[in-house]
C-alpha cells in the first residue's frame, strides 16, 4: 500500500512569504506527527495530531507556525512570514495509536525541504 | 523533558566488519521505548529496531543488535557484517509509554560510512 507522502518535495521561498506543506498519511492512521530537521540536529516535534484535534502544540516554535488536520487524513503545516531560521526539513509521520504493550511503528514521509531565501 | 545524546556525530567501517553506534538519554520514566533509526540520502526515515525498557532481553534484527543498559542509561547500536547499503545517517530516539502521545525525542544522529 502507499505510504505517507508529502508535498512539495522541494520549496524556495522568500523571506516573509507564507509556505504551505501538506502531509498524507497512511489510510487508517489515527496519529499524525510533524517534526522539523534542522542542518546538522536531530529531528525535532512540533506537534501531534489524533484524529482532528491537536492534543500536543508543545513543539511550534513561534506562533508563525500553526496546523491543521481535516476528515481525519490530510495534514497542513503553515508558516507565515517565513525567515532564514526555518530553512529545514520538515517530515511528517503517522501511526495507528497501539496500546503501552504494544508500541506502534511511526511511518515517516520523505519530508520537504524548505530554503527561505 | 527527556534528551538523547549520540557523541559520534561521524564513524566509518570496513565493509563486512562490525561497528558500535553510541547513544545515552536522560529521562527520569521508568517505562519508555527506544528506537533506532536509519535516514539514507532519500530522506525517508526507516525504523531498524526497538527495545522496550521493561524487557532486559537486547533486541535483534537480523545483522542489528542493541546493547541496552537501563541504569548507566545507554543504548547502543551494533551492526554487523557491514554492507554498503548500511551507509547513512543513525538517530537514536527515545518515547514515553504514556499512552496516548507517541512523540518521539531525537538525537542529532550519526553519519556511518562504509569503506568498500
Known amino acids: 500500500g502507499a505510504g505517507v507522502s508529502q508535498s512539495p518535495s522541494n520549496k524556495v521561498t522568500e523571506k516573509g512569504k507564507d509556505v504551505e506543506l501538506r502531509c498524507d498519511p497512511i489510510?487508517?492512521?489515527?496519529?499524525l506527527y510533524w517534526y522539523r530537521q534542522s542542518l546538522g540536529q536531530g529531528l525535532e516535534f512540533l506537534i501531534y495530531f489524533q484524529g482532528n484535534s491537536a492534543p500536543d502544540k508543545s513543539g511550534l516554535p513561534s506562533d508563525r507556525f500553526s496546523a491543521e488536520r481535516t476528515g481525519g487524513s490530510v495534514s497542513t503545516l503553515t508558516i507565515q512570514r517565513t525567515q532564514q531560521e526555518d530553512s529545514a526539513v520538515y517530515l511528517c509521520a503517522s501511526t495507528i495509536l497501539g496500546s503501552l504493550a504494544a508500541p506502534t511503528e511511526q511511518f515517516f514521509g520523505p519530508g520537504t525541504r524548505l530554503t527561505v531565501l | 523533558a527527556q534528551t538523547v545524546t549520540q557523541s559520534q556525530p561521524e564513524m566509518s567501517v570496513q565493509e563486512a566488519e562490525t561497528v558500535t553506534l553510541s547513544c545515552t538519554y536522560d529521562?527520569?520514566?521508568?517505562?519508555?521505548?527506544l528506537f533506532w533509526y536509519k535516514q539514507p540520502p532519500s530522506r525517508q526515515m526507516i525504523l531498524v529496531i526497538r527495545?522496550?525498557?521493561?524487557?532486559?532481553q537486547n533486541a535483534t534484527e537480523n545483522r542489528f543488535s542493541v546493547n541496552f543498559q537501563k541504569a548507566a542509561k545507554s543504548f547502543s547500536l551494533k551492526i554487523s557484517d557491514s554492507q554498503l547499503g548500511d551507509a547513512a545517517m543513525y538517530f537514536c530516539?527515545?518515547?514515553?509509554?504514556?499512552?496516548?502521545?507517541?512523540?518521539?525525542?531525537f538525537g542529532t544522529g550519526t553519519r556511518l560510512t562504509i569503506i568498500p
Open positions: 530516539a527515545y518515547r514515553s509509554a504514556n499512552f496516548g502521545n507517541e512523540k518521539l525525542t
Open positions: 529521562t527520569s520514566e521508568s517505562d519508555y521505548y
Open positions: 527495545q522496550e525498557a521493561y524487557k532486559q
Open positions: 489510510s487508517g492512521h489515527t496519529a
